[in-house]
């Protein structure tokens, strides 16, 4: 059966482009949005070691990468019990929400946190029924 170029085959093309952008990458769970509950302003070069020492040439952009289940999780605390983790969530997804879209596909939706800092949202992958 030969399928259409946009079916599976372009889907690997896209998650090859994504997995292959330069930069450091480090995925975020639900906890570290509430380690970092600031994440906008937190030193993300220095958690990610992005400037290992006595490195030469340009800085690596840093690719923060976020899995959707992280912002369904943060969705869900903002009803939770504890006041303290229901306002920091509200207050991040706020925070996401803010940001610059700067690209999206079917792999992932690129947000501009700053100048090196992009917060990649990992979409799911859910394939239609009888696929």
Same mark, same amino acid.
């Given at each position: 059966?030969?399928?259409? =170029?946009? @079916? $599976?085959?372009?889907?690997? *093309?896209? +998650?090859?482009?994504?997995?292959?952008?330069?930069?450091?990458? !480090?995925?975020?769970?639900?906890?570290?949005?509430?380690?970092?509950?600031?994440?906008?302003?937190?030193?993300w070069a220095?958690?990610t070691e992005?400037?290992?020492?006595? =490195?030469? @040439? $340009?800085?690596?952009?840093? *690719?923060? +990468?976020?899995?959707?289940?992280?912002?369904e999780e943060?969705? !869900?605390?903002?009803?939770?019990?504890?006041?303290?983790?229901?306002?920091?969530?509200?207050?991040?997804?706020?925070?996401?929400?803010?940001?610059?879209?700067?690209?999206?596909?079917?792999?992932?939706?690129?947000?501009?946190?700053?100048?090196?800092?992009?917060?990649?949202?990992?979409?799911?992958?859910?394939?239609?029924?009888?696929?």
């Amino acid at each position: 059966m030969v399928r259409p =170029a946009g @079916g $599976p085959a372009g889907k690997l *093309r896209q +998650v090859n482009y994504f997995a292959q952008r330069p930069g450091r990458i !480090a995925v975020l769970d639900t906890s570290a949005f509430h380690e970092f509950d600031r994440f906008w302003v937190a030193d993300w070069a220095k958690v990610t070691e992005a400037n290992p020492p006595h =490195a030469s @040439g $340009p800085e690596l952009p840093i *690719r923060m +990468v976020v899995p959707l289940v992280v912002v369904e999780e943060l969705d !869900a605390q903002k009803i939770h019990p504890n006041g303290k983790v229901r306002q920091a969530a509200r207050e991040i997804l706020r925070q996401l929400r803010g940001l610059e879209r700067i690209s999206t596909s079917s792999v992932a939706d690129v947000l501009h946190l700053d100048n090196r800092v992009t917060i990649e949202i990992l979409l799911d992958d859910h394939p239609a029924a009888g696929q």
